[in-house]
């Protein structure tokens, strides 16, 4: 009789209807590769409470914005939380995990971040341009995203929403990592067409300003994508750094890179249920 695997409980809403991208075709693949280390169940996001104190860990992977079911999903974090639950990703993220308030906090840093403000009174802070990109704090896949001309920007209602200049770029460009680690790069050659993406080779200084804002996340155990985009100048700007769910577009990579990014996912995993399996015997011992 063969030895126990590891019991993972993988999350994901397969008939969430992605516009341009299909999460269940993403998640059947992972999830039988998955499989091979571990005892794998699928399930929804509204279950995954009722069902994850059965489970070694939790694989949260394409559930779908959380905005739809808020409640459900705080109600997950904090009985996760109190459990000692672990999940994959890490509940710690401060990016788009925790809503956009990190795109105010890294421009105001000085980070290379879009310009973004919440207050009218910051107005001169952004660039002087024909259209400005106002989007909520809590949105996702472009949920309630607006374009607005300048003379209007004084008629919003601040506060719950960030606003940022519209860019004219020359091409969105997102870098997949695990953990701290990077893994591949794809890219919208078409601004028009953000989910029509190819492979993409990052330069040296590429792969230092997306490291840079892994580096600030500090999350140890998860996948995270970095969004940026390319400007007329030639310099990426940080569109979004996704730590929640990113989708990973890996029907578009080469075979031999998709295989990499299982092993590592896996070997990932396996990192996490050994440093939690560490600490409680530490505590134990103690």
């Known amino acids: 009789m063969s030895p126990a695997q590891p019991r993972v409980l993988y999350v994901t809403d397969l008939a969430y209807p992605a516009k341009g991208r299909r999460y269940c075709d993403e998640d059947i693949f992972l999830s039988s590769r998955l499989r091979d280390d571990f005892d794998i169940a699928l399930c929804h996001p509204l279950d995954a409470a009722a069902l994850m104190d059965s489970f070694d860990a939790v694989v949260v992977r394409n559930s779908g914005p959380v905005l739809h079911y808020q409640d459900r999903y705080d109600d997950f974090r904090d009985r996760a939380a109190r459990s000692g639950t672990l999940v994959h990703n890490e509940l710690t993220g401060k990016a788009d995990m925790a809503g956009k308030q990190y795109l105010l906090d890294l421009s105001a840093a000085g ?18 341009v024909d259209e400005y990109v106002v989007k909520p704090k809590l949105g996702a896949d472009s949920i309630g995203l607006e374009i607005v001309p300048r003379d209007r920007l004084d008629t919003l209602e601040y506060g719950g929403v960030l606003v940022q200049p519209r860019i004219r770029f020359r091409y969105e460009v997102s870098f997949y990592f695990i953990d701290h680690a990077f893994q591949y790069a794809l890219h919208a050659p078409r601004p028009e067409e953000r989910w029509v993406l190819e492979p993409y080779e990052p330069t040296a200084a590429d792969l230092d300003f997306a490291q840079r804002f892994i580096d600030w996340n500090t999350l140890d155990h998860g996948i995270q994508r970095v969004d940026a985009c390319r400007t007329p100048d030639g310099d990426l700007l940080l569109v979004e750094l996704e730590d929640l769910n990113p989708y990973l577009s890996l029907d578009l990579v080469p075979s031999a890179t998709r295989d990499a990014f299982v092993a590592e996912l896996k070997a990932s995993l396996h990192r996490l249920l050994s440093t939690a399996g560490a600490a409680k015997r530490a505590v134990t011992v103690g």
Do not use: A, G, S
Request: no cysteine.
């Open 111 to 128: 980070h290379p971040v879009i310009p973004t403000i919440d207050r009218y009174q910051d107005i001169d802070r952004l660039p002087q």
